[in-house]
């Protein structure tokens, strides 16, 4: 129990809190507490008898504060109510519905229907006042309405990005495809199709999505399109939207240079491209199997990557595609080590499965016909195996066998391609360093697409709605989202820190709401931040969002 005790110290009396415990029958201090003199206990009584009691509750201030500063900045609000021509309905203007999804979608996942109590929940509630709920009818209405306009707003939007200085001087294309939870479908909506998911959900109807970003990673143009149409079949149709949209902006389009991985190429893909720009990209071994052959002996040291790695390179020119191009073949020492890693590990399991195949082929019990034999090797031996694994299917005593080996041909073939890269451009003028790290940037737009799928930042998944032009819309915000987080982190470029650790900070900016008494009138209040938090809030000027 605990239990005041006086102890008399060069004669005077202090009173301390003590507590004590019986311990094999015998009472041994846990712990003891000074309290001081008996008039000082007394004064802290008093005090706390007339100290007026404080609630409070707090809120994650500092992202959503920054998404606001991010949106004053480029007139989303006022873009989107200019085209979608829409008077203030019920308290909030179409733009301001929209903000809103934005900013509910960069926090978590979240549903029209769930926005209300996600509002009340942040600090949204406390800068917003108007007196309608946020029902998820209208903010259907008002999507439905922006909807039309999307294309101008995200010319409006580019616009202001060229205004503040972000004009593009070479631009990154990719595709990626996003699982739906649509099932069922009614055959009147194109979207959402079966495809080879890039997550690996091979059994969900699936939504693509091709994305332009400039050197900064901020997007300029998206297009979303039926998952089961190729990407390379898509890519025209991307690059068109694009063009016409650069030329809206008056943007020289044949100073640019287009960064697009090799699963875009063709032909007629790559002579579309040099009708209007410049391209940087990359080719398949197969189409250069000469230079596969080159010793690194001739290559040149090019510069060390951001995890230490040394890159060389050969550097030539060859006709492909139809045009004179030079290419750039990059080799990195640590990738080689990886992928030779990765191409045993992945031998030694087909191996081990066909000798299990063999096993069961010898049972008593066995009845297999050499169909089923052969389909079954097709599915242990994986696509990009077959050239290496060699396998054959013999039958013995009306029991079948497999004999199988590897192509040491083929395989050191494959060894000479690892830790190589084939990259090739039209811009003859630029140093082998600067035409590698060029094409290497496209791990940006990668970047991007593995943010789509992160709840923490902006998830585009999960998808229910089931109409296209929902789908359409849905996407669109999305990749305003990321438009916001991108131009952010652009205008926080001097603070020298990475995406993440910026809004991590940024969440850690909390305001809390302090009451005194129950009938007292509420004030809010900041907690105590560190210096970098001090620095991120006073450099985006946050705290004008309370005073307004």
């Known amino acids: 129990m605990v239990y005041l005790e006086k102890k008399d110290i060069n004669g005077y009396p202090y009173w301390y809190a003590i507590k004590k415990v019986r311990i094999n029958g015998k009472p041994k201090r846990l712990w003891q507490l000074y309290l001081g003199t008996a008039e000082r206990i007394a004064e802290c009584i008093r005090a706390s008898k007339t100290r007026p009691t404080t609630k409070l509750k707090s809120f994650q201030y500092g992202k959503n504060a920054a998404l606001l500063d991010v949106c004053q900045d480029l007139g989303f609000i006022e873009v989107v109510d200019k085209h979608a021509k829409m ?128 050197a900064e990673n901020i997007p300029f143009l998206h297009n979303v399109y039926e998952a089961n149409n190729h990407d390379s079949k898509q890519f025209p149709k991307i690059l068109d939207n694009l063009v016409k949209r650069l030329t809206k902006l008056h943007v020289d389009t044949e100073s640019l240079v287009l960064i697009f991985d090799k699963g875009n190429n063709s032909e007629p893909n790559i002579q579309k491209v040099m009708e209007s720009m410049h391209v ?56 080689y080590k990886r992928q030779v890693r990765t191409y045993e590990k992945n031998k030694q399991k087909i191996f081990e499965k066909l000798k299990d195949l063999n096993r069961r082929l010898r049972s008593k019990r066995s009845k297999r016909d050499r169909s089923s ?23 013995k005593n009306s029991k079948f066998k497999i004999v199988y080996r590897t192509d040491k041909t083929a395989e050191n073939e494959r060894f000479d391609r690892f830790g190589k890269n084939i990259i090739f451009t039209d811009m003859h003028h630029w140093h082998s360093k600067k035409i590698s790290k060029s094409y290497n940037s496209k791990y940006l737009i990668e970047e991007d697409f593995k943010w789509f799928n992160n709840d923490a930042l ?35 470029r001097g603070f020298k820190m990475s995406g993440q650790r910026i809004l991590e900070e940024l969440e850690e900016i909390r305001i809390g709401v302090v009451r005194q008494n129950k009938s007292g009138k509420g004030q809010l209040v900041f907690e105590e931040m560190t210096p970098l938090q001090m620095r991120l809030f006073s450099f985006l000027d946050l705290g004008r969002f309370i005073e307004e």
């Open 458 to 492: 902006i998830s585009l998944t999960p998808i229910f709605s089931r109409l296209d032009k929902s789908i359409r819309m849905h996407v669109f915000l999305c990749v305003m989202g990321m438009l916001f987080y991108r131009y952010l982190f652009w205008k926080l």
């Open 87 to 214: 008077e203030r309905v019920h308290g909030l203007t179409c733009g301001e519905y929209m903000i809103l999804i934005i900013m509910g979608r960069c926090d978590k996942p979240i549903s029209k229907n769930a926005m209300q109590k996600w509002f009340k929940k942040s600090c949204m509630g406390l800068l917003w006042k108007f007196k309608h709920k946020l029902s998820s009818q209208n903010f259907l209405n008002h999507m439905k309405r922006v909807d039309k306009k999307r294309e101008k707003i995200e010319d409006d939007i580019a616009k202001v990005l060229i205004d503040v200085g972000l004009l593009p001087h070479s631009l990154v294309l990719d595709e990626s495809n996003f699982p739906t939870c649509i099932e069922n479908l009614d055959g009147k909506q194109k979207l959402p199709q079966k495809c080879k998911s890039k997550q690996h959900r091979n059994d969900k109807n699936h939504v693509a999505l091709g994305l332009v970003v400039s």
């Open 373 to 395: 034999v052969e389909r079954e090797i097709n599915d242990i031996i994986r696509k990009d195996m077959r050239a290496v694994v060699k396998c054959n299917v013999k039958k």
């Open 280 to 335: 940087l990209g990359a080719v398949k071994p197969d189409q250069v199997k000469e230079l596969m052959n080159v010793p690194l002996s001739k290559y040149d040291y090019l510069y060390t990557n951001e995890k230490g790695h040394e890159i060389i390179g050969y550097r030539t020119k060859r006709a492909l595609f139809g045009y004179d191009f030079t290419i750039v073949v990059t080799y990195n020492k640590q990738t």
